[in-house]
């Protein structure tokens, strides 16, 4: 899938900020023709980014995720940043246990230059990126295999997951709530996140800050239940409280000259 362009990406933005943008105001804004506006939403809605409507778009409300190929759209560089610096606090040869999702996608793909990791997943994405490594052990759970996103899910795979106790877990979510609450769309997928926190020495959420945004149905858990939050910019002040009185050490892979993590 082809990378948003800089227009399209501040459409995005202007969606997400109004709620909506409509093909006259866009065009005025970015002085360009109504017809360049419209295959440019047109796009955006083919992705599952934005909702068609008669005259312009929506920003989705939050009651349905996003397809996974338009999620790798969407913050896909903090999301490569957010990879390599959760990747910078394991160790060779740790045992790991990585989710389903975008981010622990790119997480998995900075790994590859571990030695000796075993690394259990119930994300077949992720076990691809690993498995040609030489030196790591990967392992996949079994249960239901999600056709969107290829996320192993169900009662088998929460059993499996509690066979282990590993040194690590790399665990998304959907959406991160002003209270710290973390949430996702699929109660299945959340059942397996749980165990996946209960079954590791040191947990470790990565999210970008897009997932402060949006709302989602299921909890999974709390932000103070985490050892590490890695996120691609610094999050509001009540979140990094939140970080702060529960001893979650929160690490911002932020670009050069920002600030970039809090004890």
């Known amino acids: 899938m082809e990378p948003l362009t800089p227009r399209q990406a501040d459409i995005m933005a202007l969606a997400r900020q109004h709620g909506r943008v409509d093909v006259d105001g866009l065009a005025l804004h970015f002085t360009v023709t109504p017809q360049t506006i419209r295959k440019d ?15 312009g778009a929506t920003y989705p ?53 571990h030695r000796g990791l075993m690394v259990v997943t119930n994300n077949i994405n992720a076990a691809n990126i690993l498995r040609e490594v030489p030196s790591a052990e990967v392992v996949i759970t079994g249960g239901l295999v999600r056709h969107a996103d ?40 959340v059942k397996v996140a749980q165990a996946i926190i209960e079954t590791a020495r040191e947990t470790i959420l990565v999210a970008d800050a897009m997932k402060l945004e949006r709302k989602a149905p299921v909890r999974i858990g709390h932000l103070a239940q985490m050892d590490v939050f ?34």
Not at 42 to 48: A, F, G, H, K, S
Not at 64 to 90: C, F, Q, T
């Open 41 to 55: 939403l047109n796009e955006l809605c083919d992705r599952r980014l934005l909702n068609r409507m008669h005259g």
């Open 61 to 113: 409300s939050g009651v349905a995720n996003y397809g996974y190929e338009a999620r790798r759209l969407l913050a896909a560089d903090g999301k490569r940043r957010i990879g390599l610096k959760a990747a910078e606090l394991i160790p060779d040869h740790s045992s790991i246990i990585i989710n389903i999702g975008t981010t622990t996608e790119q997480v998995a793909m900075a790994l590859r230059r």
């Open 150 to 189: 290829g996320g192993v899910v169900g009662e088998a795979a929460v059993d499996f997951i509690r066979q282990f106790r590993v040194d690590y877990a790399v665990i998304g979510a959907s959406a991160i709530d002003a209270d710290g609450t973390l949430l996702d769309f699929d109660f299945r997928e």
């Open 230 to 263: 890695v996120t691609d910019r610094m999050p509001p002040p009540e979140l990094v409280d939140i970080c702060n009185a529960a001893g979650v050490r929160l690490e911002a892979a932020a670009v050069e000259n920002e600030q970039k993590s809090v004890a």
